[in-house]
């Protein structure tokens, strides 16, 4: 502005013409500059969003092929092999004694060792009020099918039905009123403890009579 002031004065020394021109000449050096101003004198600037990167969710990871179907993060990684586990009822057989013993399995169809913790929603024993959960059954139940797993033994009086819940939602009921055995039921572990024992005995017989017969051929 200054530097048009200096020039109105020389335009009024030179003539009204000349200090119309000057004063034009002030007007276009005013348009000239506003469109150079600077940006924010129109507005706050925009801020530039800051980058965010999200970790992703680990994934649920099994060992040695068994899976804990207690733990929710396991029991989804596992297929659907948690909620596939079915208990199983045999036969029960009156030992007369008053007491009656029930054979029980299940029937896994996956190819994993599932891990029922006892006394949990997903392996427990259910009927009379005050009775434990925790009835003997199995924690570990390997793939296939077996018929007699375990065995439950309870007394007389008890008329109830005792129910047997595995896996997801699954359960089998049974009293002393259901189906008898043909013989007294045992469990598969003492099957096969019983078939190692004999085994071991045979090797031993089979051991002593092989060391007879060389001391008979060296005399």
């Known amino acids: 502005m200054s530097a048009c002031s200096v020039r109105s004065a020389v335009g009024r020394w030179l003539g009204g013409r000349r200090a119309a021109g000057v004063a034009a000449v002030c007007v276009a050096l005013l348009v000239a500059v506003l469109p150079a101003a600077p940006a924010y004198a129109k507005g706050k600037p925009t801020p530039t969003p800051t980058p965010t990167t999200s970790t992703p969710s680990p994934t649920p990871t099994t060992s040695a092929g068994v899976i804990d ?20 009822f045999s036969c029960v057989w009156n030992n007369g004694n008053g007491s009656y013993t029930a054979a029980l399995g299940y029937t896994n169809p996956s190819g994993y060792t599932l891990q029922m913790p006892v006394g949990t929603y997903v392996n427990s024993f259910y009927g009379k009020a005050g009775e434990p959960n925790d009835w003997g059954q199995p924690t570990l139940y390997p793939p296939g099918t077996s018929t007699t797993a375990f065995t439950v033994t ?66």
């Open 69 to 88: 179907c207690f733990d929710p993060l396991q029991a989804a990684a596992s297929g659907g092999a948690c909620a596939a586990i079915t208990p199983t």
């Open 154 to 219: 309870w007394s007389q009086p008890w008329q109830y039905t005792i129910k047997w819940a595995l896996g997801d939602k699954h359960t089998v009921a049974f009293s002393s009123a259901s189906s008898a055995c043909t013989s007294k039921p045992v469990p598969i572990v003492a099957t096969a403890g019983a078939a190692v024992l004999a085994l071991l005995v045979i090797m031993v017989i089979f051991g002593v009579a092989n060391k007879r017969a060389e001391r008979r051929l060296s005399k």
